[in-house]
């Protein structure tokens, strides 16, 4: 038992105000830990689950993967704990890196765990990890431990290796290269006045795969990556930013003003956003959830400070219902899209925001892979310039005809 507490101290001792989010280790403190982890005892005495997330291409040209982890509450007996993940990769003949992560749980309150049996209840703490690479074959090994010097542990092995439709893309990382997972952030340019658009991007935060209702390390990886590419490609004047959730209808961000100190403040609020239960209210709503669409598009259609673009942005949702027309007002001036990310092909079925974007005569471009997202900013963009040089043309004066002799 030794072993893990060192294990579990030497995190705290590295970072005294970590911020409970995953982040790789130095070089002596990775050393450190690859000690720790080859000498522990056979048997875990932590009773946990560690599943792992098989490698796909995201949306920077990056292989992703990763893993949850299960635990169930009776294990802490309703007291306030705390948990430290380490995830070491190692690259086929390279070097490991090695991620750490720390959290925080509460107690259960006092006036509640009087009343509550926690073994009856089947609550499970739920968390997810994950990392990039490039293609290769790679050695994973995840070490979940408490402060109560209990561990759990998982080795697994993984491969990743660009598909036949893939073969010609350019990939961020080189062959047998680990990265954390998290996108490069946005630098925040912006095109100067009259030569970019005035954007609004309404960003769903759903998990990608609809059977899920937790956002996991990769689904926020991905709403990252995917908002950086469009900030990156498209000519903006100026970005507004609203990050919503459509089962809950509430948002969780806004910022009118979106910078690239805001790129930094929304990662930190989906970092910390608990998504796995939806409010009453918006159950109530029922069919009638489709009215929180509605608004959004409300308030980007009025006031003088309305954009020229409104872009939404995200994973299909479970909405299926019709927006009515009278309830998705539009501005002549202003283009809409929707950035309609499909995780499994095949099951293409429109949602919600697809029916509203319809009403507001936009475009909904569906996408499967990073490819699929490249070609439709080409179509979005290619679309804008056309548009642009026609409203040009019909603001340009008319040619004087010369009198006739």
């Known amino acids: 038992m030794f072993r893990a507490v060192l294990l579990f ?8 105000s970590i911020a409970f989010s995953q982040v790789p280790l130095g070089p002596d403190a990775s050393t450190k830990v690859g000690r720790m982890l080859d000498s522990l005892p056979a048997h875990d005495t932590l009773k946990c689950t560690i599943h792992d997330w098989k490698p796909f291409l995201d949306f920077t040209f990056r292989f992703d993967a990763g893993y949850f982890v299960r635990c169930p509450y009776e294990e802490f007996g309703g007291e306030e704990f705390r948990l430290a993940t380490y995830t070491r990769v190692t690259p086929q003949g390279g070097s490991p890196m090695v991620f750490a992560e720390l959290m925080a749980v509460p107690a259960v309150p006092p006036e509640m765990a009087a009343k509550t049996n926690l073994k009856r209840l089947h609550a499970e703490l739920d968390m997810s990890g994950g990392f990039s690479m490039g293609e290769g074959e790679y050695q994973v090994e995840v070490l979940v431990t408490d402060n109560r010097n209990r561990f759990c542990r998982r080795r697994w092995s993984i491969k990743a290796a660009r598909s036949h439709s893939q073969a010609e893309i350019a990939l961020a990382l080189e062959a047998n290269t680990v990265s954390h997972i998290w996108p490069d952030p946005w630098d925040g340019k912006l095109a100067d006045k009259g030569e970019g658009y005035r954007v609004t991007i309404l960003l769903d935060a759903m998990p990608m795969n609809p059977r899920e209702s937790k956002l996991r390390v990769w689904d926020r990886a991905f709403l990252m990556q995917s908002l950086r590419s469009m900030l990156q490609h498209l000519p903006c004047e100026s970005v507004r930013l609203v990050a919503f959730n459509l089962d809950q209808q509430r948002e969780l961000y806004r910022q009118e003003h979106f910078d690239s100190e805001a790129f930094r403040e929304l990662a930190k609020t989906l970092r910390t956003t608990e998504l796995g239960t939806v409010s009453y209210k918006a159950l109530q709503r029922g069919p009638e959830g489709v009215s929180f669409l509605s608004d959004l598009v409300r308030k980007e259609s009025a006031g003088s400070q309305r954009s020229d673009i409104v872009v939404f942005l995200g994973p299909t949702t479970r909405f299926g219902q019709k927006v009515p027309a009278n309830m998705a007002p539009r501005s002549q001036s202003q283009h809409f899209f929707y950035f309609e990310y499909f995780p499994f092909p095949g099951a293409n079925f429109p ?25 439709a900013m080409q179509k979005m963009l290619g679309q804008l310039d056309r548009e642009r040089e026609a409203e040009k043309r019909e603001a340009a004066p008319s040619p004087s005809l010369s009198p006739r002799n």
């Open 9 to 16: 101290s030497s995190i705290c001792i590295i970072w005294p």
């Open 351 to 375: 949602d919600s925001i697809q029916h509203l974007i319809s009403v507001l005569q936009g475009t909904t471009y569906q996408m499967h892979s990073p490819t699929d997202f490249s070609k």
